[in-house]
């Protein structure tokens, strides 16, 4: 006897067996309610689910007759969706290790080695990829934000321009500039592209960032740091180079980064104009 036939044979000593509804039959027809209903989750994330008709849920029946209700197998794809919605990458999305143009083996194999590493090791370690411009460091930073989304990580893509602006803008606003820190801090993985950008000279080195952003980077960093969360940095400057604006942020990223890529800064590694060439 069920629980539901115990729990009325309590209140109601006298009832009869067959003048008691069947808990089954009613489960099973609330079930079958909710599971026909329809939700709207498709039209957010594009995905249309026939088994929980776009709720992201379905219900069951257990052997006492108790109704639960589970998250269909459809939200972990759309959890993935909504984690690629919310991260910053937009169009960059696309961008895959599998799409990403190989015209030199020589170095652009060892470059994909390094960069799966990174997706592969389940820490939270740091990735740090620099040198030329053009050479593909955007697009593989993204693959390996796209495959850490796949697991599950939610990931937060940001220009350090951006960053450094606001940062900027909020200097002399204590408690605005520590909440818009705290966000930084606490994104699971925090993506953060062109770090440091500056103009570049004729040979591809890029000039000295400013004494502002260079204090700037170093909050961030150290904010990071201190919080030991997942970080990805793409940036013209090679780390040596980063080590004589502030040793002790270039230190951090060392210490934390077991993944350091850095492309020689050579015209013929420029993807872009090489495409623009042809």
Not at 31 to 46: F, K, M, R, S, V
Not at 178 to 186: A, D, F, I, S, V
Request: aromatic fraction near 10%; include cysteine; charge should be neutral.
């Amino acid at each position: 006897m069920n629980d539901f036939l115990q729990l009325l044979q309590v209140i109601k000593p006298d009832i009869e067996i067959h003048d008691i509804p069947d808990p089954y039959a009613y489960a099973r027809m609330q079930t079958q309610w909710y599971n026909e209903n329809t939700g709207n989750l498709n039209e957010a994330d594009g995905i249309d689910c026939p088994v929980c008709r776009n709720k992201g849920t379905i219900q069951y029946v257990d052997d006492n007759g108790h109704t639960h209700v589970k998250d269909c197998s459809c939200m972990v794809k759309r959890n993935a969706v909504r984690a690629m919605q919310n991260s910053g990458l937009g169009g960059l999305i696309e961008k895959t290790i599998g799409n990403y143009q190989i015209y030199d083996h020589s170095w652009q194999d060892k470059v994909i080695d390094r960069t799966m590493q990174f997706i592969n090791d389940e820490s939270d370690t740091w990735l740090y990829f620099a040198g030329q411009t053009g050479s593909g460091k955007t697009h593989l930073c993204t693959a390996a934000c796209t495959a850490l989304m796949d697991k599950g990580r939610r990931v937060k893509y940001m220009l350090w321009g951006k960053i450094s602006q606001k940062l900027n803008a909020l200097k002399y606003k204590v408690e605005e500039f520590e909440q818009y820190l705290h966000e930084l801090k606490n994104v699971d993985v925090l993506y953060i592209d062109d770090f440091l950008k500056t103009p570049t000279n004729a040979n591809g080195v890029p000039d000295k960032p400013l004494t502002e952003d260079v204090r700037n980077a170093y909050t961030v960093i150290n904010a990071r740091y201190f919080a030991n969360k997942k970080t990805i940095i793409s940036s013209e400057h090679f780390i040596s180079e980063y080590n004589t604006y502030d040793g002790a942020a270039a230190g951090r990223i060392k210490q934390m980064a077991k993944i350091i890529i850095q492309i020689e800064r050579k015209p013929e590694r420029d993807y872009r104009k090489r495409r623009a060439s042809l």
